[in-house]
């Protein structure tokens, strides 16, 4: 089975500046995929970035990016200028390339306030 | 569609009361998901469609919940004599591909159905 852990509840920033959401996972598998997923209050989930575990290179998506560490498992999120719109609950979650790949794990998520 | 409908966005049921929610997906998208997310916590999955054949319906907590996709379009989560356990929000999601992983393929979720049993 595989976990997600995200450690920090609430994390906010200042508008324009950068701020790093922790991140890590466990399991078997050899191959997957890793996403950050955004749920403003309207509760629709939006993907943000993915990773796929075999990829060396870190993703990125305009002012979002993301640091995987595979012998860590870890897979840390940074958003650079935030803005007010990127306030929302941020939720990391992990899929398995086998079996179907048909369940998400998802983490408890983490909540992002972007101040002025 | 333009993006993935569900309905009621919110639903208040008195416990024993039976409830259905329904996912209507992004037009021609083969796989359907439904994701039960308790307050505070990150989604569950409960079941996958592929057209209108269930695959998996592992994440099913018991035997009162109960989803069907009989066209392979519109699918209905129905959970009978409802618990109080049951409240929830209840995301429905829809991808293109057969698989979810599938870098060409990823999933569209909807606004979700509030339910709170009373």
């Known amino acids: 089975a595989q976990t997600v852990t995200q450690s920090q509840p609430e994390m906010s920033v200042q508008e324009a500046e950068t701020v790093t959401l922790s991140c890590t996972y466990d399991t078997s598998e050899s191959n997957y995929y890793l996403f950050w997923y955004k749920q403003p209050p309207s509760r629709q989930m939006i993907l943000v970035i993915r990773q796929e575990a075999y990829k060396q290179q870190n993703a990125t998506e305009n002012r979002f990016s993301v640091n995987f560490q595979k012998a860590a498992k870890s897979f840390s999120l940074k958003i650079s200028d935030s803005q007010l719109g990127d306030t929302a609950m941020y939720f990391c979650a992990f899929i398995p390339f086998t079996g179907g790949g048909n369940k998400l794990t998802f983490g408890t998520g983490t909540q992002l306030k972007v101040e002025l | 569609g333009a993006g993935v409908s569900q309905s009621p966005r919110y639903k208040v049921a008195k416990r024993g009361q039976d409830v259905a929610l329904r996912c209507d997906p992004i037009?021609?998208?083969?796989?359907l998901f439904w994701y039960q997310q308790a307050l505070g916590q990150g989604p569950e999955f409960l079941t996958y469609f592929q057209n209108e054949a269930q695959l998996d319906k592992s994440g099913l907590p018991s035997d009162r919940f109960f989803a069907e996709r009989p066209e392979g379009s519109v699918s209905t989560l129905k959970i009978q004599r409802t618990q109080q356990e049951d409240s929830a929000v209840y995301l429905c999601a829809s991808s293109y591909g057969a698989h979810q992983s599938s870098y060409n393929s990823p999933l569209h979720f909807g606004n979700g159905t509030r339910l709170t049993v009373t």
């Open positions: 037009s021609g998208h083969v796989s």
